[in-house]
């Protein structure tokens, strides 16, 4: 079966750092962008980051700039988005989604949700103190 999964989430005090995976089953991630959304409370859910295909573009939305870092790693098939220095309003599900090509975040980042091949379930961050 063919899905990826987040994992990584947690309950973190304001400034802490969580580090999320998200991990393909079934195949590789190797000609996939990765994207990772979240949706607060009561609110739609939005782009955080997305890393494309090649490693070359990378995307963050402005709130997350410089606190944010995602990354991936073709071998494990598996993407990370490293959070530091968290804050209340970073509390969301969190979700990776996948999409194949070979285009920048640039494009990507304007898909629709129903666009993108793969959706994870979502993994809850919480930052309270």
């Known amino acids: 079966q063919l899905h990826i999964a987040e994992s990584g989430g947690g309950l973190v005090q304001p400034g802490g750092s969580l580090r999320l995976s998200c991990v393909a089953s079934?195949?590789?991630?190797?000609?996939?962008?990765i994207g990772w959304f979240r949706q607060a409370p009561g609110k739609e859910r939005e782009g955080v980051s997305c890393?494309?295909?090649?490693?070359?573009?990378?995307w963050y939305k402005d709130s997350v700039k410089g606190r944010f870092t995602i990354a991936r790693d073709n071998v494990k098939s598996t993407n990370y988005l490293q959070m530091n220095n968290l804050t209340p309003e970073d509390t969301a599900i969190y979700f990776c989604a996948a999409i194949s090509g070979p285009k920048s975040c640039t494009y990507y980042r304007d898909r629709a949700e129903s666009e993108w091949n793969y959706w994870g379930q979502g993994t809850q961050v919480t930052v309270s103190s």
């Open positions: 079934g195949f590789s991630l190797d000609y996939y962008a």
């Open positions: 890393i494309n295909a090649s490693g070359g573009s990378i």
